[in-house]
């Protein structure tokens, strides 16, 4: 298991179209990838629960990515929300 702790940089958010970016990015990989934030722990692959957790720019999330591909996985997804998800 591997992690690390990020923060959401997107103006607005993780509404829809950041989610669902995050969600398909999540879904390339074999590896579980939760996402923590507080006291939330949200399956990244799912882009409603992503979406239900609220998540508001500048808050600090924690990725966690657990299996075979783990290390690829929070790279890409790492990546991927440091550049905003296609919204920056």
């Known amino acids: 298991m591997v ?6 940089v997107n103006p607005s958010g993780l509404h829809l179209r950041p989610a669902g970016v995050l969600s398909q990015t999540s ?3 074999k590896s579980d990838i ?3 934030c507080g006291e939330k722990r949200i399956i990244a692959k799912s882009v ?3 979406m239900a ?3 508001k720019t500048g808050t600090e999330i924690t990725v966690i990515c657990d ?8 790279k890409t997804v790492t990546e991927a929300i440091e ?3 296609g919204e920056m």
């Open 48 to 50: 409603l629960n992503v």
């Open 3 to 8: 992690s690390k702790t990020l923060t959401v």
């Open 34 to 36: 939760i996402i923590e």
């Open 27 to 29: 879904m390339k990989f």
């Open 53 to 55: 957790a609220g998540i």
């Open 83 to 85: 550049s905003g998800l």
């Open 67 to 74: 299996g075979e591909d783990e290390a690829e996985a929070l």
